[in-house]
């Protein structure tokens, strides 16, 4: 017998057909003895319309009474998905945010999970019932809602299962697994047994949208496994505890032959990332510190960054990426501190895009970069900017070839399917 926490995403939860659909396997799991949480995100679409509301009532909304409007569509999901599984015959019952507690700080529509008292919700779930927690809530120091940010339900789902001590957390998604890269784009595209917490944190910073960055932070410090599966299987389908997802789980779990075979585990592309370049900036001590400090002062990040080359007349050009979203603010903050740092032009690039290759193998091995550069290089596509890490090469390339870079670099480190058309 296992404790497990599974977690539904919107497009798991939109419409009551559905919500039946996701009962009969949360059923499922509970008839084979687990004791089971359930974390539930609310209806697909369901989310933009209450912030829509908020955004027609005033432009200049109260952050508080906003949580109090959004938080609304996880609670109406979490109440559908317990009368759903009563109507099968189960033990279910809803444990808002504030009834466990589950204690936030910081601020309004952003807050930060603390603590969460799991000892009732624990007691419920060694009697057999099952537990149904809205996701993305908490309860502030002041007893108010508070909501933890767009895709919250995922961090929602990991702090539950640290806080119950769970074995693991099943996220049920649109898809079936973690694949070596976009299924949609390349169709030779293999699902992984196993991704490490470390590889798994950097497919989602750049790109990949199975998880989000920080509920897989949280299940790395808190060493909280999770398994990534499909909600849309077909009926009579075997449980959880056989389906062929994809285990996320620390380096040191893994299997020594499988770590030494996979040396590249995926790769990710994102195309919100926009590129700048500060044109006759000061080649001398303090420039570049004087570009970035008031970008950081706006909260804006900064990934990707080249000095060129110094010019005779003591000059550079300064090349950066933003994300697209912060463009325009990047591009007002920059052209006001213009006298302090000293640029000529300000040129923006919205036509490119991120291509990322991960895997742990990296560490050991080499030759990873220099297999990607001249694959790149042999069909033509021109690297505009390198960042790495341990277990990270990221280019920048023209937006345009983003599909062929990923098959190309998909075939490069041999993680074609041998059985795909």
Known sequence: MARIVMKFGGTSMAGIERIRRVAQIVKQQADTGNEVAVVVSAMAG????LVNFCREASSLYD?????VVVASGEQVTSGLLSIALQSLGARARSWLGWQMPIRTVEAHSKARIETIDGSALTKAMQGGEIAIIPGFQGISEEGRITTLGRGGSDTSAVAIAAAVKADRCDIYTDVDGVYTTD???VTRARKLKTVTFEEMLELASVGAKVLQT???GLAMKEGVPIQVLSSFTEDGAPSADDLPGTMIIAEGDMEKEEMER?????????????KITLTRVPDQPGAVANIFEPLAEAAINVDMIIQNVGREKGETDVTFTVPSADLDLAMQVLE????GIGFNRLIPDTNVAKISVVGVGMKSHAGIASTMFKALADRGVNIQAITTSEIKVSVLIEEDYTELALRVLHTAYGLDAEDAV
Not at 46 to 49: H, M
Not at 262 to 274: F, P, R
């Open 46 to 49: 369901d989310t933009d319309r």
């Open 63 to 67: 952050a508080a009474e906003y949580d």
């Open 183 to 185: 299924p949609r784009i």
């Open 214 to 216: 920080r509920s897989v």
């Open 262 to 274: 996979q040396l590249i585990t995926g790769i990710a592309h994102d195309k919100n990332e926009s």
């Open 336 to 339: 006001k501190a213009q006298a």
